[in-house]
């Protein structure tokens, strides 16, 4: 019996929101009285099996292949299948990504498990897991118990506190690829990383976004929202609205239809505050909201408030943080 977490990896590096969850995993297992283990998968794993036995794994499954040097369900869901059952897992928990998503979607239906998708939390209530996701954009908590034996759960990227690596003496245990290449009907035919530098805004600790507010001068408005964002280190945001009209890329965009978002600090500019944006970005800790409607619903979230202009706001607080950071 164990909690068994999925460790995505990128481009062969560890998606950090999976330590997070690791260390969850190993909350849980202890509530539980069972143990904790990750799976990872890719061509070359060594390293970051090493680090999952630090962040809080007891058991490491791995497994090493170059037909698993990129995502791809078929094998990754045979494999997981595999770690499901060597682990006897109780629960089979990944990032709330894509990926992350589709995996655990497929692990459910083959092990007709119950799923709790996009869940923000996980606790132990009376020795059962317990997941909660909130729906109807937000407006609803929900909490579900698991009827299955195996609980399958993606969980939202950023919902728990990043973790310190400690020692470990937990064991990694190699699994065998079970597919040829041969067999594998997807195919990977090209790849396109970001641009170089660009924060991504799922594991973003900071987001500055920008809205319909900039309508006056789009590209000006934009450029001073980005301009707050790099010198923060953020990612930069944005509402449908400032997507629809074709201010910025719809990869920026957060909320019901765009990312969900949890940073650590999340600024947003000229944003109202629409239910299907909070869907979003409700879940960042400290919201600070620019708008120069005083009455915007937004503010009703946000922990800091400036009622101003964003052409002033803006480029008076990159001003600010430069000062302060240089
Ligand atoms: C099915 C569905 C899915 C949706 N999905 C999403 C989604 O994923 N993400 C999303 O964001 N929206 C989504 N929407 C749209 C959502 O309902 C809102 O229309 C949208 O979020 C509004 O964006 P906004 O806040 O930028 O614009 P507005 O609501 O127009 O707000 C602009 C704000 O800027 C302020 N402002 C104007 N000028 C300035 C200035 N110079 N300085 C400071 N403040 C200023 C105004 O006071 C106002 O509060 C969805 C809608 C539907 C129906």
Sequence with gaps: MSILVWIELNDGRVVTNCWELLAKAKELA???????AALLIGDEVDEAARMALTYGADTVYAAADATLSRFRLQPYAALAEQA????????FLTNGSIRGGTLAATVACRQKAGIAANASDLRVEEGELVAVRTIY????????RFESRLAVASVRPRSFP????VGSSGAIEMLDAVLDEDE???KV????????????LTDAHIIVSGGRGVAADPPKGFELVGELAETLGAALGASRAAVDAGYIPYKHQVGQTGKTVGPDLYIACGISGAIQHLAGMGNSKIIVAINKDRDAPIFERAKYGIVDDLF?????LTAAFRKRLA
């Design 30 to 36: 202890f509530e539980l009285e069972t143990t904790s």
């Design 84 to 91: 499901v059952e060597r682990a006897g897992a109780r629960a």
């Design 137 to 144: 954009s937000g407006n609803i908590r929900a909490e579900l």
């Design 162 to 165: 990043m973790p310190e690596p």
């Design 184 to 186: 594998i009907r997807e």
């Design 189 to 200: 035919t090209d790849f396109r990383a970001a641009e170089v530098g660009e924060i991504g």
């Design 312 to 316: 002033e706001a803006v480029p008076a």
